[in-house]
């Protein structure tokens, strides 16, 4: 019995979606699964097609109107992978308010929208799915959402933002500023030119909030989760890892501990949802301490299985091209959404959150960071 083939649109071909899109043209025969249909690219949809058809993208797949695709009925599967908040939030909409699956890689969109989102795919039956989003090419939200169901969840945590690590680890190696170091990442190309998403943990509080919709059931609002480490006057720190300085990692140094910005979201004994992105003082030697560079690394606690560690790569077209297909061939084999099988999320309105509550070490700028394991 032949499968009718699904129709595969991505929407920007930039770092992860040029390496979607070539495994596409190199007809990699991962993208027929045996237990499913196989997945056929139909369109692509760029700002400036022409530089498109410079890579090597075939001039008859292309288009300049991502809407226009959407709406076209060529296409039963959309790949967003333009990032963004607009106009990458209305096109997602449109195409599962149609029924179609949306895969995306897009943090910022899944993070601050995901209520809704879900909301409209489950009205409409479509499929969306966004391993992609969070930790990059290492399988998370799926084991989570499907491998882990039969625990319950206390705690996720992690080093979830390749950028800030490469920072903190090169400070820590280095004995160097801050600026300095940020200036040669944005230079190798680890940080972007504009890198406050990043530097400041919005992308980690990002990825952190869809970690909590998979473990603890429920969408917080990014606005609660904490991003800044306390002052050892009592006043709020400067954000992510903004405020760090030499000094302090040097002192950390001294006691055997490194900074690294962690990710933390736990479920507190009274049912508040308790969420935090800071740098957080880890002895060196640990399991964090030496997930160095760009690596990602995200620990979950549960019961009955205890810890389980995911660490790989966290970044980078390839890794995040590997999600995306990965992703595009569950729909393929009709897995569902990322969520698929856990009831509906808690509406954000119902929810008590708030920062991690943890001890803290001093350091000379007058931060008072968090003590992780
Ligand atoms: N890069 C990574 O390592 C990584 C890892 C995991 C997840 N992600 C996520 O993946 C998404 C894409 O990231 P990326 O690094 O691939 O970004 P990127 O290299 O900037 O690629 C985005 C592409 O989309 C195009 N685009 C933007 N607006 C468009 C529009 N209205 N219509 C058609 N095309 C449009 C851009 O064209 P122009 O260049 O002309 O604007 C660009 O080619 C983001 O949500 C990001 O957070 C990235």
């Not at 400036?48 to 599967?77: C, K, N, Q, Y």
């Not at 940020?182 to 972007?192: I, P």
């Not at 990002?206 to 904490?226: M, S, T």
């Not at 954000?348 to 803290?360: D, F, G, T």
Request: aromatic share 4%; hydrophobic share 45%.
């Amino acid at each position: 019995v032949s499968v009718q083939p699904l129709r595969v649109g991505v929407i920007g071909a930039g770092t992860v979606g040029r390496e979607v899109i070539r495994a596409f043209l190199d007809r990699s025969p991962r993208l027929a699964p045996p237990d499913g249909a196989p997945l056929l690219l139909t369109a692509v949809a760029e700002k400036f097609t022409e530089r498109a058809i410079a890579s090597g993208i075939p001039e008859s797949l292309l288009t300049d109107a991502p809407a226009h695709m959407i709406a076209s009925g060529d296409v039963d599967i959309v790949v967003e992978t333009m990032g963004g908040a607009e106009p990458a939030r209305t096109l997602i909409s449109a195409a599962l308010s149609t029924g179609k699956s949306v895969v995306t890689a897009n943090k910022h969109v899944i993070a601050h929208f995901g209520p809704e989102l879900e909301r409209l795919a489950r009205e409409t039956g479509a499929t969306l799915r966004f391993e992609a989003a969070v930790g990059g090419g290492i399988p998370l939200l799926g084991p989570i959402a499907l491998d882990l169901a039969a625990n319950r969840i206390s705690r996720v945590r992690g080093i979830v933002n390749g950028t800030t690590n490469f920072i903190l680890t090169a400070m820590a190696r280095e004995g160097r500023d801050y600026a300095e170091v940020l200036a040669e990442a944005q230079a190798r190309g680890y940080a972007e030119a504009d890198p406050t998403a990043d530097v400041e943990g919005l992308d980690a509080l990002n990825k952190l909030v869809i970690l909590a919709r998979l473990a603890f059931g429920a969408w917080i609002e990014p606005a609660a989760v904490g991003n800044r480490p306390g002052m050892t006057t009592g006043a709020q720190g400067a954000p992510g890892i903004t405020g760090v300085t030499a000094g302090d990692v040097a002192s950390l140094a001294a006691e055997g501990r490194i900074l690294r910005l962690i990710a933390t979201t736990r479920l507190a004994e009274d049912g508040a949802i308790e969420a935090s992105v800071v740098p957080t003082a880890v002895p060196a030697g640990s399991s964090f301490g030496r997930c160095d560079g760009v690596l990602n690394r995200v620990e979950v606690d549960g019961v009955p299985v205890g810890r389980v560690a995911f660490e790989g790569p966290g970044a980078g077209g390839p890794a995040a091209a590997a999600a995306v297909l990965s992703d595009l061939v569950a729909i393929a084999r009709g897995v569902g959404s990322t969520w698929a099988g856990l009831p509906a999320a808690v509406e954000r309105s119902a929810l008590a959150v708030r920062p991690v509550a943890a001890e803290c070490v001093a350091a000379p700028s007058g931060a008072c960071y968090p003590v992780g394991d």
